[in-house]
């Protein structure tokens, strides 16, 4: 099995298990690390968020690959989705709505 993004991806991989598998010790489940940094140690919060605007209007403004109409940047999918959810709902399937209908009635309570 290779890699994404070739002898990087393996890099990267070989960093997050050195993060996640051997600092945290033996997987119950699965290994999280969460990692907090203060951005304003390392530079003044302008800089930063100046900074990281331009990043992401960079990323913005890369060509998309064949058969995707732009590049998103991370995060992006998802706000779309809440915003879509807001003004229209959350999309459920038929069956899944049935289901809640019908445990709904098992546990008597009524649809308003």
Same mark, same amino acid.
């Given at each position: 099995?290779?890699?994404?993004? #070739?002898?990087? #991806?393996?890099?990267?991989?070989?960093?997050? @298990?050195?993060?996640?598998?051997?600092?945290?010790?033996?997987?119950?489940?699965? /290994?999280?690390?969460?990692?907090?940094?203060?951005?304003?140690?390392? !530079?003044?919060? @302008?800089?930063?968020?100046?900074?990281?605007?331009?990043? %992401?209007? /960079?990323?913005?403004?890369?060509?998309?690959?064949? #058969?995707?109409?732009?590049?998103?940047?991370?995060?992006?999918?998802?706000? !779309?989705?809440?915003? !879509? /959810?807001?003004?229209? #709902?959350?999309?459920?399937?038929?069956?899944?709505?049935?289901?809640?209908?019908?445990?709904?009635?098992?546990?008597? %309570?009524?649809?308003?």
């Amino acid at each position: 099995i290779l890699p994404v993004a #070739g002898h990087k #991806g393996y890099g990267l991989a070989v960093a997050a @298990e050195f993060l996640t598998g051997i600092l945290l010790g033996e997987a119950h489940e699965l /290994n999280w690390l969460i990692l907090a940094l203060n951005a304003t140690a390392f !530079r003044p919060a @302008e800089d930063y968020a100046t900074c990281a605007a331009t990043f %992401v209007h /960079n990323l913005k403004a890369t060509p998309p690959a064949p #058969g995707f109409d732009q590049v998103l940047a991370p995060g992006e999918p998802e706000a !779309r989705s809440a915003e !879509r /959810n807001l003004v229209e #709902g959350i999309p459920l399937p038929d069956e899944i709505w049935t289901m809640l209908q019908e445990a709904a009635h098992n546990a008597g %309570v009524r649809p308003q």
